[in-house]
């Protein structure tokens, strides 16, 4: 009968383990399964995951270029054809396109990033939009379809 005092682990679920460092009569050499003599061999070793091994790495040898501007405003692009497709498809009904209205339907893909107005494509119906920008085209293209334009702050 097994009791906890006298269990036993099953034949053949462990083997030896080796016993690294302890001399010649371990069976493992001088080395201790480490090979021969160098950086790699010595206790507690550990590189850097770019380290090459003193040779100048990767990312100092290449040149650098250019500039990132950390304050430039990156506009999501929103042309009137994809308004006019809202209006056609029945989507707005109270003729206000804003944020909410374009996020909803797809147009933009986040609510609360800046977005722009661009002139591609054609409006024939009377809208009042707001958004963060407007190209020329597209503010001449919406008031002269009677429309009016909002300027948002960004």
């Known amino acids: 009968m097994d009791v906890l005092s006298n269990l036993n682990k099953a034949k053949g679920s462990t083997r030896p ?14 080395t201790s399964t480490k090979g021969m003599n160098g950086q790699k061999s010595r206790a507690g070793y550990n590189y850097r995951a770019w380290f090459e091994g003193g040779q100048m790495p990767l990312q100092r040898r290449v040149p ?7 304050f430039k405003i990156n506009y999501q692009a929103v042309n009137l054809d994809k308004l ?24 933009i893909s986040k609510a609360n990033y ?17 958004a963060h920008g407007f190209s020329a085209s597209a503010k001449e293209k ?5 429309g009016t334009i909002k300027e948002i702050k960004v």
């Open 64 to 70: 650098k270029r250019g500039f990132t501007n950390i």
């Open 114 to 130: 800046p977005y722009k107005v661009l002139g591609r494509g054609e409006l024939k119906v009377k809208l009042e939009v707001e």
């Open 17 to 30: 383990s080796k016993r690294i460092g302890r001399g010649e009569g371990s069976g493992r050499g001088g």
């Open 142 to 146: 919406i008031e002269s379809a009677g």
């Open 84 to 107: 006019q497709m809202l209006v056609d498809e029945e989507k707005v009904t109270d003729g206000k396109i804003d944020a909410v209205v374009l996020y909803k339907n797809g147009v």
